[in-house]
Structure formats: C-alpha cells, structure tokens
C-alpha cells in the first residue's frame, strides 16, 4: 500500500512537472519570437507584462531617455506589469532574465517623435513613365531573306530587363528606340541593359523585317503604365506623400515598374464594378494628363507609390492631421476607412480588424480586415481594385492602408502598416525635400 502511495504521488509530481515545463516552453517559444525592438511615442508609457520566472531591467542608467517603473498593485498571480515612460528621443537598451540572473532576450525601446500625417482616401489616377524601356517579351525576326533570326535571344536579353541606351544615348521611349535602331541599321550595337537593379552591356546587330523593312532587335516593350488608387498620407511639412501600399508592377512580367517619372492626378469616378466570390471587383475613373495634377511621383517600391505633392493641393484640402499608430498599437476590432466611392467625396466606412500580425520586417499584408459597412458592402460588394492605398483608421491613429482583396471573399483582405510605408520614404528624405522646392 504504501509503495502504491508513494508510486501515485510521483506521478502526480511528474505530471505537474511536465505541465510545469510545457507552460513554460511555451512562454520561451514567445520571448524568443517577440520582436526585438520596442516602440513608444515621446511622453507617452507602455506597459509590458512579463511571467515569473522572468523579470525585465534596464541594461544601462537610461533615465534621460526612458524611466521604468513596477508597480506592485499590478500584480496579478506570477504576472508582473513594467511600465516604461517615454522621456526623450533616442534608444534604451533592456534585457530579460530568468530569475533575476541568466540573459535571456535583449529589447532596443525606441523612444520617437510620433508623426502627424494628412490622411487621403482620395482617387488618384496614376502615370508612370519607365526608366528606359521594359522588355515585356522576346520573340524572333523573319529577315528580308525569309529565314528566322533571334538577335536578341542571341545577345542574352530577357523578358523583364530594361533597356537604357542604344550606342551611348540614353533611350526615352518605345518610338525612340525605333528610330535609334533605324539610323544605326544592321551595323552591330551596344545596349545597356538593367536586371535586378544591376547594369550590364551587351551587343547586338538588328535584322532588316521583312514585316516592313525595319530594323528589330525581335522584343515588345512597354514604356509607361496607368490606373486607378487611392491616395494614404501626405505629410504637410515636408509635402512627402505616399500611395497605394503596393508597388505598381507590369502586367506582362510581373516585373516592379523601374519608374524614370511620374505623376498623381486627381480621378473623376466613372462606374464601380462589384466584386464577387472569385471575381475581384474594380472602381473605373478618368483623369487627364493636362489636369488636377495632385503631385509627382518618385519612387515606385513594393510598398507603394511616394513622391511630393503640390502646394495647390495643400492649400485646398481642409483635413487635419492625423497621429500614425505604431504596428504594435493595431488591435482586433473596429477601425474604418477613407476612400472615395461617389461624386469624387472622400468618405468614412466601417471595418473590422480581424487579425493583427506581429512583424519584424516589410511586408504588404499586416492586418487581416473585414468590410462591416453595409453602404460600401451594397456598393462595392467590399474590397475592390482602385481602393488600395485607402487609409486605416483606428482609435484617432492612421495605422495602415488596403492592399489586397480576397479572391474568394471580396469582404475580405489585407492591410500594409503605416510603419513600414514610412520606411520607404526616409531614406530619401533630403532628395524629397530638394524635389519639394520645385513644386
């Protein structure tokens, strides 16, 4: 009996143990996947909560730029709540330990200014103009002979390279590089070719057509691209805007668009096509060229569309500000929207945020969101194309921008962080600024 006892309660022991260890593992998993850094507004706090047998403390004497803080009366079974105030611009380094002695997780906790942004929700037709050409297929020549001959095949030209310059001279357009290849004729050639934002040269002799009796290489290009978004943020100071929250590709290879210019006019809504179960819907508009020209674009990422926009638009658009919500600040729940659906009216609809992904790097799908507004859901049938870049809004905060419908659930799709669309823009900050001087 009493071996039989003894038997039972090391049982039970074992079992505590492992449940012990199983909760525990699992809080390890966590610590070592939360991210690394910390952000938090200046003059703002952020509590962080942290299990026994952990423990959180400052690497170094921080106190001008973050005081922490425990507060006993927080407390609650083997959790323990630090709060750390923001005092100052600038990084303060934690670290987290077990049992008060053994390093576990460093954390950087950033203490920043926290930006004010214009928000859009503002159709915008877009036009860019490709840095060269973009070779968009390669196909073969019939020579005046009637045999086949593959020039550019031949001199290693791909589907999705750009040309730049045709023997030194720098190439504008799909018409230029017709008329640079007819005033050379069949003599041999130098191309400057880019791929994968690296330079290279090659040699080509183009072929007489027997299509025309012009001379071809043997490629289709594209030189400009145009559509439909929706206008995210300009920022008033530095007159820096940004759109889309995706980069423009093309359509043929897929390719992000190299851009060389660009512009953002303001779109006049047309018709609006639904968006169905496996059939995206789409807002159709018109701008012109000549017309409302809102800005100039600059960089075309896979985050989006930035450049400047005009002082006549600032001047003009009577919203206010708005404080950026940082990534870990985005909860599930209700937010909404701006976007422009009728009479060229930027607009206010319902959300939900169904799913906050923690990110430690870019990427276009942050937020998983569900259109709740039974107007835009009677209109659109929820997310369509044309209304990426559309602004989210959670707690009075700009948090993010639509990026991407569901093909299956039109109600249904993705949003990009504010944080990582402001990414895009700081590296060129001072070229922004010079741009900014001559709008």
Not at 40 to 65: C, Q, W, Y
Not at 262 to 280: D, L
Request: with cysteine; aromatic share 8%.
């Amino acid at each position: 009996m009493y071996l039989d006892r003894y038997t039972k309660s090391r049982r039970r022991i074992s079992l505590l143990i492992l449940v012990f260890l199983f909760f525990y593992g699992i809080q390890m998993i966590g610590v070592f996947y939360c991210p690394g850094e910390i952000k938090i507004a200046k003059g703002e706090n952020r509590s962080i909560d942290v299990l026994f047998p952990f423990s959180l403390s400052a690497m170094h004497n921080e106190d001008t730029i973050v005081q922490s803080t425990y507060n006993q009366n927080f407390n609650k079974g083997l959790k323990k709540t630090y709060k750390i105030d923001g005092i100052d611009a600038g990084e303060a380094k934690f670290q987290l330990k077990l049992l008060g002695l053994i390093p576990i997780k460093k954390f950087d906790v950033n203490v920043v200014n926290r930006e004010y942004l214009v928000p859009g929700g503002n159709a915008i037709g877009v036009r860019l103009n490709t840095k060269g050409v973009l070779v968009v297929a390669v196909t073969d020549v019939i020579g005046i002979d009637g045999k086949r001959y593959d020039p550019a095949k031949d001199a290693g030209i791909k589907t999705g390279d750009s040309i730049l310059e045709i023997n030194n001279v720098k190439v504008k357009d799909a018409e230029h590089v017709v008329e640079l290849l007819n005033e050379i004729q069949d003599s041999k050639v130098k191309i400057v070719i880019e791929r994968n934002n690296i330079r290279f040269e090659t040699e080509v002799t183009p072929i007489k057509s027997m299509q025309d009796n012009s001379y071809r290489l043997g490629i289709w290009v594209r030189d400009k691209t145009a559509g439909i978004g929706t206008l995210t943020f300009y920022d008033e100071e530095s007159k820096v805007f940004g759109a889309l929250g995706h980069g423009i590709t093309d359509m043929d290879t897929g390719n992000l668009l190299n851009v060389e210019y660009g512009k953002i006019m303001n779109a006049k809504i047309a018709n609006i096509e639904q968006g169905k179960r496996g059939s995206p819907g789409e807002i159709r508009g018109i701008f012109y060229e000549t017309e409302n020209v809102l800005g100039e674009i600059i960089k075309n990422s896979p985050y989006g569309i930035y450049g400047v926009i005009t002082d006549k638009f600032i001047k003009s658009n009577k919203v206010k500000s708005l404080p950026i919500g940082f990534k870990e600040e985005v909860k599930e729940g209700k937010a909404y929207i701006l976007t422009t659906i009728d009479n060229n009216k930027v607009e206010k609809f319902e959300i939900e945020i169904l799913k906050a992904q923690p990110q430690q790097f870019a990427n276009q799908k942050g937020m998983t969101i569900r259109v709740t507004d039974k107007r835009l859901l009677q209109k659109t049938g929820g997310i369509v194309q044309g209304m990426s870049g559309s602004p989210i809004i959670q707690d009075g905060k700009i948090i993010g921008a639509i990026t991407h419908v569901f093909v299956n659930d039109p109600t249904k799709g993705y949003g990009i962080y504010i944080e990582w669309m402001l990414e895009q823009i700081k590296p060129n900050y001072e070229l922004n600024n010079k741009y900014a001087n001559h709008v």
